[in-house]
């Protein structure tokens, strides 16, 4: 019940929050809420969380398998046909959107890869987010866009970086990060949004892929923190 409650709060949240962060640009008002329920170290509750769900890995793994052939139905007498359909279009669904397939598969794993760990340093008008896999980074939480080389691909001889736009504000004692790239042509977007819990001693992460459009969709990512330290 907490995670579904969690999930809530969350999506009423990230609905909000362009016209939150309107008002309080408006109002050039600081916020007086208590941050501080984000500090510190968390680890991954692999019970809890909805790593299942988290379906942009099967679809890579699918992508690479041949598509099944399979014979259609025909009348005796007839020449038998095979139907060799992508496993990602289904049935009167139209083709799928391999450009967009692709940008996810480069893109996905540094935008969506479950962290084992995160860590968070809350500042007055800014916010450290550092983990196991990922780049610890410090990110201004005024609401205005900055663009920074994210690492795409580990690789002692070869590394790889993309610029990534990204926003990052606080909407209550919810951070929320809009992320957005693109490759060759393609947009990848996201929104990932961290919500303590009363508690203090849960974290709900949720993570929406809004770009590319796929057929079938990127399922919601749910995961659930508990604090280490």
Not at 93 to 117: I, K
Not at 144 to 167: C, F, G, M, N, Q
Request: hydrophobic residues 35%; aromatic residues 6%.
């Amino acid at each position: 019940m907490q995670f579904r409650a969690a999930a809530f709060i969350v999506a009423c949240a990230t609905v909000g929050a362009l016209s939150a962060r309107a008002q309080l640009e408006a109002c050039n008002a600081p916020q007086d809420i208590d941050h501080s329920a984000l500090e510190g170290s968390w680890q991954l509750d692999l019970a809890q969380s909805r790593l299942g769900a988290e379906n942009w890995h099967d679809r890579l793994h699918s992508r690479r398998e041949p598509a099944p052939c399979l014979p259609t139905l025909t009348r005796p007498g007839e020449p038998v046909t095979y139907d060799c359909r992508s496993p990602y279009q289904l049935p009167q669904s139209g083709p799928p959107n391999m450009a967009g397939e692709s940008a996810l598969g480069v893109l996905g794993h540094p935008l969506l890869d479950a962290s084992p760990t995160l860590t968070f340093v809350v500042g007055a008008s800014s916010v450290t987010i550092g983990g196991e896999l990922l780049e610890t980074r410090t990110y201004a939480t005024s609401g205005k866009p900055e663009k920074l080389d994210v690492i795409v691909h580990h690789s002692a001889r070869w590394p790889s970086t993309r610029p990534v736009r990204i926003v990052t504000h606080w909407v209550g004692t919810t951070l929320v990060q809009e992320k957005s790239t693109a490759y060759i042509g393609t947009t990848v977007a996201t929104t990932e949004a961290y919500l303590p819990a009363e508690s203090g001693e849960q974290l709900f992460v949720m993570i929406d892929v809004r770009k590319p459009t796929l057929k079938p969709g990127v399922k919601p990512i749910r995961r659930v923190y508990v604090r280490s330290k």
